[in-house]
C-alpha cells in the first residue's frame, strides 16, 4: 500500500510559480512512473504529464507545455511539478499518482488527496 499526500498548493498571482510535492510513504515509488493530474470545478479531471521511473523521461500536455516541469527525488520518495507564468486558468486541485506517465487515468492506482492552487488575475 502506498500513500501519497500531496503539498505546496496555495493562491499565487497570474504570472508566478509554485512548486507542489508529492511525497509518497507506505512503499517506495522509485520504481514506479508518476503522473501528475488537476480537476477544476465543474471539469473532468485533466492530465498534465508524467515522469518515469528514472526520472529520464516526461512527458507534458500541451496546455503546460514550456511552463510546467515534472521531476523526482527518488533518495526522498518524492516527486515534483514546478509550475512557471502560471495563468487563471490553471486554477484546479492537482493530484499525484502512481502507476503511469501517460493521461489514461485507467493506468493508475495511488492517488494523492490533492491540493488546490488558485491563481489570481
Known amino acids: 500500500q502506498v500513500q501519497l499526500v500531496n503539498s505546496g498548493g496555495g493562491l499565487v498571482q497570474a504570472g508566478g510559480s509554485l512548486r507542489l510535492s508529492c511525497a509518497a510513504s507506505g512503499r517506495t515509488i522509485s520504481n514506479y512512473a508518476v503522473g501528475w493530474f488537476r480537476q477544476a470545478p465543474g471539469k473532468e479531471r485533466e492530465f498534465v504529464g508524467g515522469i518515469n521511473w528514472s526520472g529520464t523521461t516526461t512527458n507534458y500536455a500541451g496546455s503546460v507545455k514550456g511552463r510546467f516541469t515534472i521531476s523526482r527525488d527518488n533518495a526522498k520518495n518524492t516527486v515534483y511539478l514546478q509550475m512557471n507564468s502560471l495563468k487563471v486558468e490553471d486554477t484546479a486541485v492537482y493530484y499525484c499518482?502512481?502507476?503511469?506517465?501517460?493521461?489514461?487515468?485507467?493506468?493508475?492506482?495511488?492517488w494523492g488527496q490533492g491540493t488546490q492552487v488558485t491563481v489570481s488575475s
Open positions: 499518482a502512481t502507476g503511469s506517465m501517460w493521461s489514461d487515468l485507467r493506468a493508475y492506482d495511488y
